[in-house]
């Protein structure tokens, strides 16, 4: 069982935007905080956004103002709108639910949809 699809990456040149989605299962998505990570090419992953099952969110400080997080409790899915983006955040972006007593990753990753920006 596929427990998290990724989509809506691609190229765009720099200023433009893109709205990824996130398809979960729902052990991962029901009653966990939601997460957007990204990995570039030769860096660590790292944590872009989160939101929480009340709504609330918080980003890390390279995407603050440009990018937001939303999730829709019925589809079990969660989005990341990315806006004014800039070759910095070329990269693959993944999704996953954060275990709230480690706070690491709840599933296995998927596959991860690949956001290039050009200059």
């Known amino acids: 069982q596929v427990q998290l699809m990724e989509t809506g990456g691609g190229s765009v040149r720099t200023g433009g935007s893109l709205r990824l989605s996130c398809s979960a299962a729902?052990?991962?998505?029901?009653?966990?905080?939601m997460a957007w990570y990204r990995q570039a090419l030769g860096k660590q992953r790292e944590l872009v956004a989160t939101?929480?099952?009340?709504?609330?969110?918080n980003y890390s400080d390279s995407v603050k103002g440009r990018f937001t997080i939303t999730r829709n409790n019925a589809k079990n899915t969660v989005y990341l709108q990315m806006n004014s983006l800039n070759p910095e955040d070329t990269a693959g972006y993944y999704c996953?639910?954060?275990?709230?007593?480690?706070?690491?990753?709840?599933?296995?990753w998927g596959p991860g949809t690949l956001v290039t920006v050009i200059a």
């Open positions: 939101i929480s099952i009340d709504g609330s969110t």
């Open positions: 996953n639910g954060i275990d709230s007593r480690s706070g690491g990753p709840l599933g296995v």
């Open positions: 729902g052990n991962i998505f029901n009653g966990n905080t």
